[in-house]
C-alpha cells in the first residue's frame, strides 16, 4: 500500500489492499466515490508522491490540491510509467 482514502488502503495502480484490518473499518468504500458530485484530495510533501499518483490512477480524486514539489514528482513518475510502454 502506498495511501489510504478513509482507511481503503490502495496501491501505486490505484489497486485496493486487502487488509487484515479492512473488516474492522467503519469508512465509506472509495468505490463508491465516483457516485458522488465532487471528490477533493488535498495531500503534498515528498512522502506523499506515491500516495498521490496511487490514488490519481485509480480514479478516485475529481480535485487534487498539492504543492509544486507533489505534482512535480507524480508527473515523474508518470513519465517513467509512459517510458516502459
Not at 6 to 12: L, S
Not at 49 to 64: E, M, T
Amino acid at each position: 500500500a502506498v495511501g489510504d482514502i478513509c482507511g481503503n488502503f490502495f496501491d501505486i495502480h490505484g489497486e485496493l489492499c486487502n487488509t487484515s484490518i479492512k473488516p474492522r473499518i467503519v469508512s465509506i468504500d472509495i468505490r463508491t466515490l465516483p457516485q458522488h458530485k465532487l471528490v477533493v484530495g488535498v495531500g503534498g510533501g515528498p512522502k506523499k508522491v506515491k500516495s498521490v499518483f496511487g490514488a490519481l490512477n485509480g480514479g478516485y480524486l475529481d480535485v487534487l490540491i498539492t504543492d509544486l514539489q507533489t505534482a512535480m514528482g507524480v508527473l515523474s513518475l508518470k513519465e517513467a510509467e509512459l517510458r516502459k510502454c
